[in-house]
């Protein structure tokens, strides 16, 4: 563990060194953005509606089973809370572990596999900043903007989770949601974010730029990139908590 941890760092000192030239690298990350933000939108939609909606329904259920009166606007309030807080920048960013993740370690052990690096290195190219430093950026600037659209869905999706069942008066989730909660909840959500993002696109990215052998092992280690990506980010999510909220 602790070499891995070292060829990781090492390999993140080489992504920060001597960059591409700035229309080179301009060019590669619009493409990364395309493959790994633009390809997940869909998907961030669909789960952030029904997990809205579920919070919120669970909310509402948790409120009127309280030995004491709590009003239908909370459900609103805690809603949104619950999202910004936990769901949109954590769970969200486990899902794209697996789905970005392996994208990432498996294009780049294909091309370490068919030594396409190794042809790059010949001519001089710094391949760890010309592969994975798009990657970095398009990571740490579309997660944000996909984590945005998860609180803005997210909502959304409790509200119609009120007008299907009825449970709650619509003017009330509103008014739940117009509710002041500290400015700091975003900012915790925002930096939850970029630190989740950095290690979706790094993680992956050391393990594809490492692999040796074949296609077989190409499959293993996009399999640890999700492991360990995944792990990482729990990880971090417990650090971040302790330090920002306590």
């Known amino acids: 563990m602790i070499s891995i941890i070292g060829e990781y760092s090492l390999l993140m000192l080489r992504v920060f060194q001597k960059p591409q030239k700035r229309k080179i690298l301009r060019k590669n990350v619009i493409q990364e ?6 390809n997940s939108v869909g998907l961030v939609i ?3 509606f029904f997990v809205g909606a579920i919070v919120a329904i669970q909310m509402y259920n948790n409120f009127k089973a309280s030995s004491f009166p709590i009003p239908d606007f909370y459900v609103g309030y805690a809603t949104k809370v619950v999202l910004i807080l936990e769901f949109c920048p954590t769970i969200i960013s486990i899902i794209l572990a697996g789905k970005v993740g392996s994208f990432i370690a498996s294009s780049i052990g294909t091309m370490r596999v068919t030594e396409q690096i190794d042809a790059l290195e010949v001519m001089g190219v710094n391949t760890p900043s010309y592969l994975i430093l798009p990657k970095v950026i398009a990571s740490l600037f579309f997660n944000l903007v996909l984590i945005m659209i ?5 909502i959304f999706g409790g509200y119609i989770a009120g007008v299907a069942t009825g449970k709650w008066a619509n003017i009330d989730y509103v008014k739940g949601l ?3 909660s500290p400015d700091f909840f975003i900012y915790y959500c925002f930096i939850k974010t970029f630190v ?6 790094t993680i992956p990215s050391y393990y594809g730029y490492t692999v040796k052998g074949g296609s077989l092992e190409v499959g293993k280690n996009s399999t640890l990139a999700v492991v360990w ?3 990482s980010i ?3 999510d417990l650090i971040l908590t302790q330090i920002l909220l306590d």
Do not use: E, Y
């Not at 953005?33 to 633009?38: E, P, S, Y």
């Not at 998860?150 to 997210?154: A, C, H, L, Q, R």
């Not at 989740?196 to 696109?201: D, E, H, S, W």
């Open 196 to 201: 989740f993002a950095f290690l979706i696109a």
């Open 33 to 38: 953005i395309n493959d790994l933000g633009i």
């Open 178 to 180: 117009q509710n002041p």
């Open 150 to 154: 998860s609180v803005v869905i997210g």
């Open 229 to 231: 990506t995944t792990v």
């Open 234 to 236: 729990i990880i971090m």
């Open 46 to 48: 669909f789960l952030s």
